[in-house]
C-alpha cells in the first residue's frame, strides 16, 4: 500500500503568477481534500473531489481551484498569487474501508514573494 | 459554519507525566473527531480518532474522550515520552458519505522534558 505524496516539495513563486500543485492519493482511496496551512495554525480546508466532482468548498476564493483525475490523483490551481498565498498546503486521501479517515501527504512549502 | 478551540496552545510536561488536551467544537451535527501529530517539518499523523456514537476511545497510551452534550473532547496521553513531543491539532467534521470536511483547532504545543 502506498502513501500520500505530493509534488514538488518546494516552490517560490512571484505575486501574481499562477502555480499548480500535485497530490497522488493513498491507494484504495477515491476522495481528495485541500488544506493550506499558515506558520503557526492548523490546516484550513480549501476543497475536496470525490470521484472527479467537487464535493465541498470552504472560505477560499475562485482563484483556488482544482481537478481530480481518473486514478483519483489531484491537483491544486492557483491563480493570480497573493504574499498571503504563502503557506503549506496539504493534500489528504481518504475513501478507504474507514472512509472518514484522512491521511495527509508532506504538503509543498509555497513561498510567495 | 463549525469553529473549534483548542487549550492550551503550549503544554510542558515530565517525562512519565500525563498531558491533556482540550477541545470544544460549536456545531452540533459534528460527528467525527480526529486528532493529529505533527512534527516539525513533517505530514499530520492521524493518532486516534472518536466518532459521536462513542464516549471514550483507547490506544495504548493515548485515549479520547467525548462529552457530545458540552460539546467537547479531550486527548489524553500517559507516561508521556520525549518522542512525543510535536503540535497535536483535534479536528471536527460534520460530514457524511464521502464528504469529511475537517475544522481543525489551532494546535497545541507539547514539550516532554526528559
Known amino acids: 500500500e502506498t502513501g500520500v505524496t505530493q509534488s514538488p516539495t518546494h516552490l517560490i513563486k512571484t505575486r501574481g503568477q499562477q502555480v499548480t500543485l500535485r497530490c497522488s492519493s493513498q491507494s484504495g482511496h477515491n476522495t481528495v481534500s485541500w488544506y493550506q496551512q499558515a506558520l503557526g495554525q492548523g490546516p484550513q480546508f480549501i476543497f475536496q473531489?470525490?470521484?472527479?466532482?467537487?464535493?465541498g468548498r470552504g472560505n477560499f476564493p475562485p482563484r483556488f481551484s482544482g481537478l481530480q483525475f481518473p486514478n483519483y490523483s489531484s491537483e491544486l490551481n492557483v491563480n493570480a498569487l497573493e504574499l498571503d498565498d504563502s503557506a503549506l498546503y496539504l493534500c489528504a486521501s481518504s475513501g478507504g474501508p474507514q472512509r472518514y479517515e484522512q491521511y495527509f501527504g508532506p504538503g509543498t512549502r509555497l513561498t510567495v514573494t | 459554519g463549525e469553529n473549534v478551540e483548542q487549550h492550551p496552545s503550549t503544554l510542558s510536561v515530565q517525562e512519565g507525566d500525563s498531558a491533556v488536551i482540550k477541545c470544544t467544537y460549536s456545531?452540533?451535527?459534528?460527528?467525527?473527531f480526529p486528532w493529529y501529530k505533527q512534527e516539525l517539518g513533517k505530514r499530520p499523523q492521524l493518532i486516534i480518532d472518536i466518532r459521536s456514537n462513542v464516549g471514550e476511545k483507547k490506544d495504548q497510551r493515548i485515549a479520547v474522550t467525548l462529552n457530545k452534550t458540552a460539546k467537547h473532547f479531550s486527548l489524553h496521553i500517559t507516561e508521556t515520552q520525549p518522542e512525543d513531543s510535536a503540535v497535536y491539532f483535534c479536528?471536527?467534521?460534520?460530514?457524511?458519505?464521502?464528504?469529511?470536511?475537517?475544522?481543525f483547532g489551532k494546535g497545541t504545543l507539547l514539550t516532554v522534558n526528559p
Open positions: 479536528a471536527a467534521s460534520s460530514g457524511g458519505g464521502s464528504n469529511y470536511k475537517l475544522t
Open positions: 456545531d452540533s451535527a459534528s460527528n467525527y
Open positions: 473531489y470525490y470521484r472527479e466532482e467537487e464535493n
